[in-house]
């Protein structure tokens, strides 16, 4: 059992080492906000901050988030109002990106 603190929640999560946060953020927990897009550490779409640093979430073993401190695009602000999640959603809409994509900043 693994506990990783994101966007200042403990979560206790039954995962192998190994597997990438970005499976842990999206399947494990239900948090879409953090994207999939290349998933070699190329396009950014999955970054988080791992203790204030730009992590590549899909290329990050889960292992090595443990006792850190997680944020996610959610964690930003509660309302969406923080200026990257208003950006996000701008953006989101210019492309096009599918409903699905753009319900969660
Ligand atoms: Fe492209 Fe992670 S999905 S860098």
Redesign the pocket.
């Known amino acids: 059992m693994k506990t990783l603190k994101i966007n200042g929640i403990q979560h206790q999560l039954d995962v192998e080492d190994e597997m990438p946060l ?1 499976w842990v953020l999206r399947d494990e927990l239900g948090m879409t906000g953090t ?13 988080v901050q791992i203790n204030g640093q730009a992590v ?4 990050f073993p889960v292992i090595a988030a443990v006792g850190a401190d997680i944020k996610t695009i959610e964690g930003l602000s509660t309302d969406g109002k923080h200026p990257v999640q208003q950006a996000w959603l701008e953006r989101s809409e210019e492309r096009r990106v599918g409903k699905e994509c753009r319900s969660r900043w």
């Open positions: 970005l994207k999939f897009g290349c998933g070699i550490g190329q396009c950014g779409a999955c970054t590549r979430s899909c290329s």
